[in-house]
């Protein structure tokens, strides 16, 4: 989780007339490219010179994108002086000492901080049910606290909440706070039926109290609720997600929702505040949903189906990601009415037209089906058949707040296997402001660990290409990438015998810290005092760390910014960690 202060970053942020379109709606423009400035790399010259061969996945997994040549006048150098973003330190910065520990794992999904915001949030709701109060003697209170934790539950549940909004949080960075939410409500939903329950049992007007209509209404509500828990496990979320998991949602909260206002009158307005937000969120995703036509194209080397919505080429930004529905009885019977998140792997306002492009690993049925449908409309298409299916696209969502990648000195992105989406749209981001003067990045690392070298293939030509347009402008570029596994194919490591210079593979896991260090030095390498020594320039705006991968990923990448020297830390003006996660 990027640490930052969100009140003045997002008033920083919103300076930037890009920023009020970019991020919020998916739209199609018209581009108007400039021909005459673009370079583009010659494929089979590079195939020859590194080993490849010219296959359909070595272009289609991320296009070239169009690579503009830069000057380095003195004017370029004003011109980027006056149009770089303005970069507001976050508290990552300011305290680096708590903020690494903050970010210190207890488990998977849960760190200190989180720990912490959930702690103080129950130490609150213990004492608004507990103070002067005893739950035998006094079960009401526990039902005012169940009842005013639904609009708060069905707040942080939604994707588009208010919340999010002005803190810089996606959705699934919040949903930790959504599942504590909803068991304090279940466990005070239980705490007052077990109140009420124990004081008619001591009367002896159990029975006659059951049966009042009211109280019936409060049984469906508890029972709702009591199994929305018992469904909302790992096992049920994880292996029945769309199965069982959201249709339980669905139907438990309608019914707790109308048994509650049946149950007591005074809940009808936390109903409908609840009811309100999300009205509100469903209409904000039909806004945010496009329906456009998608070219599917299977990548082996990769495992994955790239996704290509050309309709689509302007609205996100690097890191962000959307839901993806495929109309396609091909998907099979229900999973046409599925919607999965993916990372968008492609640049806004891409000269090269490539518009919206999805990355989609093959992990489980729904993406598994997704490749063979691929696999059939590559066959297809080769045969003079169509290769394209409709798709609905809803987002974009999350992404890095209100933070500005560009506005960091240097930038070093850590991706895992399918996690190389967001490397390599941030990279790709950055390269494409670097070249319109907007930006302050100067140095560049991106770090891929995957098991088989294979997976290098299909990305030479594009890694050769960031590369080789890095050596001619402001930011430089390094690529580094580490297999685990030996190779299913011992003489594919052949082909990696002359790569270029600035990218590298190697047999190990990577050690961050050195990396970090390396990063860390090139971007303070043109700086003397604080201050760049070319004309344009500014002071050290600090090191920006993005990782995207298996947990154990992310803590190596934590590890490896709370450990770093501190003097270091400071010359560079901060470091500062942004991880982007699906996870439960």
């Not at 045969?383 to 070093?412: D, K």
């Amino acid at each position: 989780m990027l640490c930052s202060a969100p009140p003045p970053r997002a008033a920083v942020r919103f300076t930037h007339k890009r920023e009020w379109v970019d991020g919020h709606f998916l739209r199609s423009i018209y581009l108007d490219g400039h021909p005459a400035s673009i370079r583009r790399p010659v494929a089979k010259r590079q195939d020859e010179q590194w080993g490849g061969s010219e296959t359909d996945a070595s272009h289609t997994y991320v296009s070239h994108a169009d690579l503009l040549r830069k000057g380095s006048s003195a004017s370029t150098r004003e011109r980027r002086r006056q149009n770089v973003p303005t970069h507001m330190l976050g508290i990552s910065t300011l305290v680096p000492g708590l903020a690494s520990f903050l970010r210190t794992t207890i488990r998977p999904g849960l760190t200190i901080g989180k720990g912490c915001v959930l702690l103080s949030y129950f130490a609150t709701m213990l004492y608004g049910g507990l103070y002067m109060s005893n739950p035998f003697s006094d079960p009401l209170r526990t039902g005012f606290l169940a009842v005013s934790q639904i609009p708060v539950v069905v707040l942080l549940g939604t994707k588009n909440n208010i919340l999010g909004m002005l803190i810089g949080f996606g959705y699934e960075r919040l949903n930790y706070f959504h599942r504590f939410a909803g068991r304090v409500f279940v466990l005070a939903a239980n705490i007052h039926a077990l109140g009420f329950f124990y004081s008619w049992s001591i009367a002896g007007t159990f029975t006659k109290r059951m049966a009042a209509p009211s109280i019936q209404w409060a049984l469906v509500a508890l029972i709702c609720a009591d199994l929305l828990w018992v469904l909302s496990t790992n096992m049920f979320r994880e292996k029945f997600y769309n199965s069982i998991f959201i249709p339980s949602h669905i139907v438990c909260v309608i019914l707790i929702l109308i048994a509650v206002c049946q149950h007591v009158s005074w809940a009808t307005p936390y109903v409908l505040v609840a009811t309100g937000i999300y009205g509100f969120d469903r209409v904000m995703r039909l806004i945010k949903s496009r329906v456009a036509m998608a070219r599917l194209r299977p990548l082996p080397d990769l495992g994955m189906t790239r996704v290509e919505v050309t309709a689509i080429n302007t609205g996100w930004r690097a890191g962000q990601h959307v839901r993806l529905r495929v109309l396609s009885l091909g998907m099979g019977w229900r999973g046409w009415t599925e919607a999965h998140p993916f990372t968008i792997a492609s640049v806004s306002r891409c000269p090269s037209g490539e518009g919206l492009v999805l990355m989609v690993k093959k992990a489980g049925d729904w993406t598994s089906k997704l490749y063979d449908l691929a696999q059939r409309a590559d066959y297809g298409e080769a045969n003079g058949l169509g290769s394209t299916v409709q798709v609905v696209v809803e987002g974009p969502y999350g992404g890095p707040g209100h933070a500005i990648f560009a506005s960091f000195s240097g930038a070093m992105f850590v991706a895992g296997g399918s996690g190389i989406t967001f490397a390599l749209a941030a990279v790709q981001d950055l390269m494409k402001k670097d070249l319109e003067e907007r930006s302050r990045i100067r140095a560049m690392e991106l770090v891929w660990c995957v098991q088989d070298p294979s997976a290098l293939t299909p990305l030479i030509p594009l890694f050769s290409a960031l590369v080789a347009q890095s050596h001619e402008g402001y930011a430089s570029l390094r690529i580094s990438v580490f297999y685990t596994r030996a190779p299913s194919r011992p003489e594919v490591l052949k082909t990696f015998r002359n790569l270029p210079p600035g990218l590298t593979l190697s047999p190990t896991r990577p050690k961050l810290p050195q990396v970090l260090k390396g990063v860390v030095d090139r971007s303070t390498a043109l700086f003397s005092g604080g201050r760049e020594r070319k004309r344009g320039g500014g002071g050290l705006t600090g090191v920006i760390v993005g990782v995207c991968g298996p947990s154990g990923l992310g803590d190596e990448v934590r590890k490896a910014v709370a450990g770093f020297d501190a003097d270091s830390r400071k010359r560079v003006g901060g470091i500062e960690l942004h991880e982007e996660a699906f996870g439960w």
